[in-house]
């Protein structure tokens, strides 16, 4: 099984990590600065409804929340995003 490299680990050497007992064209999804955005990607994210979701104002998170409380026969739901 060959090891795939991971984009976002260089050592000071300039060489690439590698992600051991990986197979080649695994995604590494263990961070958002791994990850290059693709033109339709971009576009999206410059399309996007926003809003500020401290004062409920982010229509795409109130989609999600919404959905998700149809989802699971809830009154409500709430999106919390954690990370390290």
Do not use: F, H
């Not at 795939?4 to 590494?28: E, F, H, K, P, Y």
């Not at 958002?32 to 229509?59: F, I, K, L």
């Not at 999600?64 to 026969?73: D, I, P, S």
């Amino acid at each position: 099984m060959a090891a795939a490299t991971c984009s976002c680990s260089r050592r000071r050497d300039g060489s690439r990590g590698q992600l051991r007992g990986s197979r080649r064209g695994v995604i590494d999804l263990r961070s958002d600065t791994c990850s290059r955005p693709t033109p339709d990607m971009r576009r999206a994210m410059a399309e996007a409804d926003v809003g500020d979701d401290v004062y409920g104002d982010d229509p795409t998170v109130r989609a999600l929340e919404a959905t998700t409380a149809a989802l699971l026969g809830k009154e409500d739901a709430v999106y919390m995003p954690t990370a390290p």
